[in-house]
């Protein structure tokens, strides 16, 4: 058992977005999980990318935000869920004025597995 609570943790920041890590593989018993907040600001834009070998589960806890997946477009509302598989490049956009926050589950996370782009997204 573990409590975190999410008060206690230090954002970091990204390229466009800031996150807290609430759980690492050893937290949920899980070789290469994390679980993550994600916050993107007000009309901000994170720019395409993809992983090699991890899968992003996002579930949206507040705000409104645009994921772009292979072209595709999913606008989320809180309380959706959207998932995206190793290789396809993704992007993240909130055009409102409040912040977009939303949970990120990941299965087979490793080091430096995050590819950007060199465009920026459509």
């Known amino acids: 058992m573990k409590l975190v609570r999410n008060e206690d943790i230090a954002w970091a920041n990204g390229p466009g977005y800031r996150k807290k ?9 899980m070789d290469g999980g994390l679980v993550q ?3 993107i600001p007000p009309h901000t834009l994170v720019n395409e990318h993809f992983h090699k070998s991890c899968t992003e589960v996002f579930h949206v806890l507040s705000g409104k935000g645009t994921f772009r997946i292979e072209g595709r477009e ?7 869920t959207l998932t995206c598989e ?15 926050t939303y949970v990120v589950f990941k299965t087979n996370v490793v080091d430096n597995d995050i590819f950007w782009c060199d465009r920026p997204a459509l």
């Open 86 to 100: 190793p290789l396809e490049v993704h992007s993240t956009e909130n055009p409102h004025d409040f912040p977009f």
């Open 74 to 80: 999913f606008n989320l509302d809180p309380g959706q």
């Open 21 to 29: 890590i609430l759980l690492r593989d050893t937290d949920i018993n």
């Open 37 to 39: 907040i994600v916050e």
